[in-house]
């Protein structure tokens, strides 16, 4: 009843051992609509498992994969439930979904976007580029949408833990201290006619400057650095009514300057979509049981 999870599709149709796997005899006259109804229910639950198995294995890709769960959709055999592949958020999830040997991001961001996001631009001399944030997060916070700062440092040896332990903190400190307020102004008019003027307040202090936001990461056994800035170079605090929150903006375009900075790593395949599959074919049978029970229920 479900089949295609390898492609990054599951699809939903009427077979009938699924009412001899739910102990139920075959007639010719079943209802075939409310057996499309109850193929839409496992869809939707198939949906719902999806999302969960997304919160629960991945960490700072969750949200863009967790987006690309496409609605339901109501196809001639059944129902239908795919990761879109069409938006920059999309084919990372595919990425994640069905592993990759390594990829320019430039390939991704450059020909795709998803809605809201920055738009992708041209230079005078025809280049494409694009303005793309990286929000980080602080030790005390889980890092589980976004990287904890830093992190990069450890992952290839180049920082001890109480270095960037201490990097953060001074950088942190850093940010607390130039959290001044910026005012934007903004005219509109009322239902008068008259010509109004709004101040919104921007809680957005001073950027870290090049020189302090730490060493140029490098891979490991490589000398050339993979950016020309530290990790913490332009980050800004964001205060909000609450919380605060911490992020840069870096620009990629169509020049290469012979680094890998824009290159995305292997990615393992998360298969996410077959365990679904295999879920939904585990439940099947007692939710088709139960709900053909009630509907052949004499009235």
């Not at 295609?4 to 739910?22: D, M, N």
């Not at 999302?51 to 109501?74: D, F, P, W």
């Not at 000398?223 to 605090?237: D, V």
Request: proline share 3%; charged share 25%.
């Amino acid at each position: 009843m479900a089949r295609g999870s390898k492609t990054g599709e599951i699809e939903f149709a009427e077979l009938p051992f699924l009412l001899e796997s739910a102990g139920i005899p075959r007639r010719p006259d079943g209802p075939s609509r409310e057996l499309r109804d109850h193929m839409a229910v496992l869809a939707h639950m198939a949906r719902g498992k999806w999302i969960g198995l997304a919160k629960e294995r991945l960490r700072t890709s969750q949200r863009a994969y967790e987006n690309s769960i496409e609605m339901v959709e109501t196809e001639d055999f059944g129902q239908s439930l795919s990761l879109e592949n069409k938006s920059s958020d999309g084919i990372l999830a595919n990425m994640i979904e069905h592993g990759s040997e390594g990829q320019d991001l430039r390939q991704n961001l450059l020909n795709n976007r998803r809605p809201g996001s920055n738009a992708i631009q041209f230079s005078k001399d025809g280049t494409r580029y694009r303005v793309i944030p990286f929000r980080r997060s602080t030790a005390e916070s889980t890092g589980r949408s976004n990287p904890i700062m830093g992190a990069a440092y450890l992952k290839e040896n180049m920082l001890t833990q109480r270095q960037v332990a201490r990097l953060r903190s001074k950088t942190l400190a850093k940010l607390q201290e130039s959290q001044g307020l910026t005012q934007k102004q903004s005219t509109f008019k009322g239902a008068g006619g008259q010509t109004y003027v709004r101040f919104r307040t921007v809680n957005w202090g001073t950027s870290i400057k090049k020189g302090e936001g730490g060493p140029l990461l490098r891979l490991i056994n490589q000398e050339k650095s993979l950016h020309k800035s530290g990790l913490f170079a332009g980050m800004y605090r964001i205060r909000g009514n609450s919380s605060s929150q911490y992020i840069m903006f870096r620009t990629i375009s169509d020049k290469k300057d012979g680094n890998a900075s824009w290159m995305q790593g292997r990615l393992e395949a998360r298969n996410l979509a077959m365990e679904v599959v295999a879920y939904i074919e585990r439940k099947a049978p007692e939710v088709l049981a139960m709900q053909l029970d009630n509907i052949m229920r004499p009235y």
